[in-house]
């Protein structure tokens, strides 16, 4: 019985390889385009798509159990309030602390732990699969075959040291800056759509 279930994983984990193989030739033609400038620009490139389709991810993937345990959460969040509204300010402080170690704590850890899966899956999968994209794709040897250097950037710091920058470390860059461009873009985006 073990063997069967050995020759099923194997299976499932040889279909797995190929697939995440069409992937990564998939993502290797929409990059082609982009070839001529250079891998820093390819890899922005993927920053900037990985980063979109995070955020859309995010706002598009809310469980059902997620959007009742906010529900419950809220209602014993807003009761608790309540409770610390009454005339007799040490009642309403036991009846909110009778709240909290009733329903108020629990409520809050599961709403508080479905959030954190979600985003996992939504926001930061995506940043890590690509991440070993961009490692597997963007190595040193691939760097010299494809664009005649195994770096991405190379400097010159004040020792005379030569510092170069690999693809995994420009990969990390460039979400930072994607991340801090795209919050920019959406609050200069709200703040004139207000006016």
Do not use: C
């Amino acid at each position: 019985m073990t063997d069967k279930i050995d020759a099923f994983l194997d299976i499932i984990w040889l279909k797995l390889i190929a697939l995440v193989h069409y992937i990564a030739q998939g993502i290797d033609f929409m990059l082609a385009p982009l070839n001529p400038m250079g891998p820093a620009v390819m890899i922005l490139a993927v920053s900037f798509v990985t980063v979109a389709a995070a955020k859309f991810l995010s706002k598009i993937h809310k469980t059902k159990r997620y959007v009742e345990l906010k529900k419950e959460f809220n209602y014993w969040l807003d009761l608790r309030k309540e409770a610390l509204n009454v005339k007799d300010k040490d009642q309403g402080k036991a009846i909110a602390k009778n709240i909290d170690q009733a329903r108020l704590n629990t409520a809050y850890y599961d709403f508080f732990f479905e959030g954190l899966l979600g985003s996992l899956l939504t926001k930061y999968l995506p940043v890590f699969l690509m991440l070993a994209y961009v490692n597997e794709t963007f190595k040193a040897d691939s760097l010299l075959k494809n664009f005649g250097q195994a770096y991405i950037f190379k400097f010159v710091n004040y020792n005379g040291e030569v510092i170069l920058v690999g693809a995994v470390f420009w990969y990390v860059v460039s979400i930072l800056l994607v991340f801090i461009a795209w919050f920019f873009a959406e609050y200069l985006y709200h703040k004139y759509k207000i006016k």
